[in-house]
């Protein structure tokens, strides 16, 4: 190894773990909340660790770039100088091995928040989210709580391809033991977050990367220190009494967008935001088809055993069926690995006239075509 | 670095701590013994996975540890969870699948887990245990230098076999716990097989302890089934992590006297191979060091033996006599 190498590669590196000396200055949040109510998801999402961090020293982020970079999407901008590299921990390329370290420190105390750059990547992962977050509290009787957060953004963004598109609602919803969640506006990304972390049990958030860039105004409630929006409980966005939509994270956005445009031709759509996708509120989607007898679901992630085929299932499982005017209509991604060109990029995502043509076909009655063969 | 240990010296251990030692060893052998006839009466069922014949690693590791230390290990877990202090009782009703488990019979054989003898498991998977074991290193560190909770630094002692140490979560927490200096000891007991697989044919680097070269942690090799080198290596190692050293790794070499479970039926180990290490029995190997060194009389030996025997009688009729689960409680515990 040559001097030169040994000065360009060690100068700088004395950020270890245990080396740094106790107690980063505390400086003020970069981005203050206090002025502002139209705030970012990301600045939402930010101001929650932030504020969690402060109220629990027990609370740590451990991840790729979560530390000296700022976070990959700048979710965790500023905590690093606020809280030291022993709290905001920068990860080398090792998902299963650090999940899995946060989870035996979540065994025993800490409250670790485990950051996914992607949610793709935490396959490598999945067997210590599964296997030992997600089981342990079950498989010991109870006697060991597993206090953990996974986050990360989901689901598609612009042009990133198959590997870095998925959306994981479906496969995390169906894991006993495991709460999930899935932000829409900021208002949700501050309320849900802080619930999850302070929730005793493991949850993973599914955020959404087109989403941290768009703003939202929020109230004073909203931005106080202890807000917290209940895990289990979805959110009427909006009322109406010809058709339900149901749909979580970004694509809530869309389905308001089409409930205004059907408004004027005097339909009036109901549009919830599910907000958790496990545990399901499923008695509010009951409710909502019993008043307007059609539904539409509407999500990103691949057709088969998706979050719709849930809620269809929920839904014949109930007396809601007797209600139903016309069969459910599903809107999903493609079923086919998400592609890069841009055209049939854009065939693969749900858009909003395919949102719009759904809301007519169950206007109309008109049996879905199957899934297999769409697109 | 450390040095492979010879022993000769018998200052190693008291009289006491040989009556711990022996007692110990002779517990996870009966215990282990008893499991097999009972899994073949129908009394345990599904995968067991026994420890015969490795008892000097179980037994030199971990009576060494405080009982603030942590211990995690893999689906070989009774003896280790004996050897931390989990009553042989509750571990034996979990086998059964009895609510006076320790698990309160949701887990089983692979999954013995315990708060109050911080024993971290039983899991399934190879090399699963491992972060976990890295993740209880961390939170140690943490609570001593950041939340100022503790004064002693507690360990974490991470069991696994050769076939982990083929998986990449065990390069990926190797890397880890050097770089931050972690309190963390990996004991790779390698019995040479992962179920029919010899390590021969699955590692490109034979000698394991050499793997821990690539990440700046003292690795060493020790005889698994002499303990009393386990017990020198072990406090050497205990001593390095608990004063902020860092990690290390021990090879113990040492050979399962049965099957990888009581389903394997164990076809392609020669009987010239099982011979040669059952007549290595760490077992009889202590007791004739006793004897030779006078630790402990032969009637001690014999009251240590019948004391161990009745705990674990009164273990089997704990167990027939407990109450399984209550049906309705088939989703207790999903969530705290």
């Not at chain 1, 999930?180 to 949700?188: C, I, K, M, S, W």
């Not at chain 1, 007898?293 to 691949?302: D, I, N, P």
């Amino acid at each position: 190894m040559s001097a030169k190498y040994l000065k360009i590669f060690r100068t700088g590196l004395k950020n270890f773990l245990l080396n740094e000396p106790r107690g980063s200055c505390r400086h003020f949040h970069l981005t203050s909340l206090s002025q502002a109510s139209n705030v970012m998801c990301r600045d939402a999402l930010n101001s929650a660790l932030d504020e969690e961090l402060e109220r629990d020293e027990r609370v740590c982020i451990i991840g790729e770039e979560v530390g000296q970079y700022q976070g990959a999407y700048k979710v965790t901008r500023g905590l690093y100088e606020k809280y030291g590299s022993r709290r905001i921990v920068d990860t080398p390329i090792s998902e299963m091995g650090f999940t899995g370290l946060a989870v035996g420190a979540a065994f025993n105390g800490l409250r670790p928040i485990c950051e996914f750059m992607t949610f793709n990547f935490a396959m490598q992962a999945i067997d210590q989210i599964i296997n030992s977050a997600a089981k342990t509290h079950y498989m010991c009787g109870g006697q060991i709580k597993v206090p953990i957060v996974f986050r990360g953004p989901n689901g598609a963004a612009a042009a990133v391809a198959a590997q870095h598109s998925q959306c994981y609602a479906a496969w995390y919803g169906a894991v006993p033991g495991l709460k999930v969640v899935a932000p829409y506006d900021a208002e949700d990304c501050r309320g849900l977050l802080k619930s999850a972390i302070r929730d005793d049990n493991p949850v993973v958030v599914l955020e959404n990367e087109i989403m941290y860039g768009k703003a939202f105004d929020l109230s004073d409630e909203v931005l106080s220190k202890d807000f917290l929006i209940p895990i289990g409980k979805a959110k009427i966005m909006r009322e109406g009494n010809h058709l339900t939509m149901v749909s979580f994270s970004k694509l809530v956005g869309f389905c308001l967008q089409v409930a205004d445009k059907l408004a004027s031709e005097g339909i009036e759509c109901e549009v919830i935001n599910l907000r958790s996708i496990r545990p399901m509120d499923r008695g509010t989607i009951i409710r909502s088809v019993k008043k307007t007898h059609r539904l539409v679901t509407v999500e990103e992630g691949f057709p088969f055993f998706g979050v719709g085929s849930e809620i269809a299932a929920s839904i014949f499982e109930s007396d809601a069926f007797d209600y139903l005017d016309a069969p459910m209509q599903r809107v999903t991604g493609a079923d086919v690995p998400m592609p890069y060109a841009e055209n049939i990029e854009a065939l693969a995502k749900p858009s909003i006239e395919d949102i719009t043509k759904a809301c007519r076909m169950v206007l109309e009655g008109a049996i879905p075509k199957e899934k297999a063969k769409a697109a | 670095m450390l040095q492979k240990s010879t022993i000769t010296s018998n200052a190693l251990i008291t009289n006491e701590e040989a009556k711990i030692f022996y007692e110990d060893m002779f517990l996870g052998r009966i215990f282990e013994d008893t499991c097999a006839k009972m899994y073949y009466q129908g009394k345990m069922f599904g995968f067991v996975h026994l420890y015969t014949g490795q008892e000097a690693v179980s037994t030199g590791i971990i009576k060494n540890l405080k009982p603030y230390d942590y211990v995690c290990s893999n689906y070989r877990d009774h003896v280790h969870a004996l050897s931390k202090g989990i009553p042989p009782k509750e571990l034996m009703a979990e086998l059964f699948g009895k609510e006076t488990g320790c698990s309160k019979g949701r887990g089983g054989s692979m999954h013995i887990f315990s708060s109050k003898y911080n024993f971290l498991g039983g899991f399934a998977f190879i090399a699963e245990g491992i972060p976990i074991a890295l993740g209880a290193a961390f939170r140690n560190i943490y609570q001593k230098q950041i939340l100022h909770k503790i004064d002693d630094l507690p360990v974490s002692i991470c069991f696994i076999g050769d076939g982990a140490t083929n998986n990449g979560q065990f390069f990926e927490c190797l890397n880890m716990a050097s770089l931050w200096k972690l309190p963390i000891i990996f004991v790779v007991e390698n019995n040479q097989w992962a179920i029919g697989m010899a390590n021969q044919r699955a590692s490109s680097v034979q000698e394991i302890y050499k793997k821990a070269d690539a990440f700046n942690i003292p690795g060493v090799e020790v005889d698994g089934m002499n303990i009393l080198e386990v017990i020198k290596i072990s406090r050497e190692a205990i001593a390095r992590a608990r004063s902020g050293q860092g990690p290390t790794l021990i090879e113990a070499l040492t050979y399962r006297f049965r099957g990888h479970s009581l389903a394997d039926p164990d076809e392609l180990r020669s009987i010239e191979e099982k011979n040669f290490w059952i007549a290595r029995d760490p077992i009889i190997n202590f007791v004739n060091y006793i004897k030779n060194h006078n630790l402990i009389s032969d009637d001690e030996i014999k009251k240590i033996e019948k004391k161990v025997k009745l705990r674990i009688e009164e273990a089997v009729k704990f167990a027939i006599d407990s109450p399984e689960p209550n049906l309705h409680d088939l989703s207790k515990y999903l969530f705290y």
